[in-house]
């Protein structure tokens, strides 16, 4: 199996994160890269997330580690599910369900842009975050801290 973060002379074939194959890049950041990931066995669309921790300092690393804590936590129709946390010495790898047709505010500006009138989209009336945080018995950060 071929690891994302290897020598790229040494890689054959599709790259590969875990039972994952990387299909193309969905967006990038400073410190991290999403791409599109196929399970190699169900064909099943995934995100992965790929964050080098070698560019993160303790603060913003502990960061990270509390909202994996906290997306292990919700089960909520509106959030983006978390399926597996995968980890080597530089790199975290967080493979969550794919949002095939984006952020519901992007969708909603390219249809807004590519429409003169006022437009609708086909998705359940979102839920404000802190009443999912609420039914998920999760009352602030600190709380994620204490309990680990």
Wanted: glycine share 6%; proline share 4%; aromatic share 6%.
């Amino acid at each position: 199996m071929v690891m994302a973060d290897g020598p790229k002379h040494l890689q054959r074939g599709p790259v590969r994160v875990g039972f994952y194959d990387i299909e193309g890049t969905l967006g990038k950041g400073n410190f991290a890269v999403v791409k599109l990931g196929r399970h190699r066995i169900t064909k099943t669309e995934v995100a992965i997330k790929i964050i080098d921790k070698s560019q993160l300092d303790a603060v913003n690393l502990e960061k990270i580690y509390r909202e994996v804590q906290i997306m292990k936590m919700l089960d909520h129709p509106h959030i983006i599910k978390l399926y597996q946390v995968m980890e080597t010495k530089n790199m975290l790898y967080l493979v969550t369900e794919y949002a095939k047709n984006g952020e519901i505010f992007d969708t909603k500006s390219q249809t807004q842009e590519t429409q003169r009138t006022p437009s609708r989209i086909n998705t359940k009336k979102p839920v404000p975050g802190y009443i999912i945080f609420k039914q998920q018995k999760i009352k602030d950060k600190e709380e994620i801290l204490k309990e680990a």
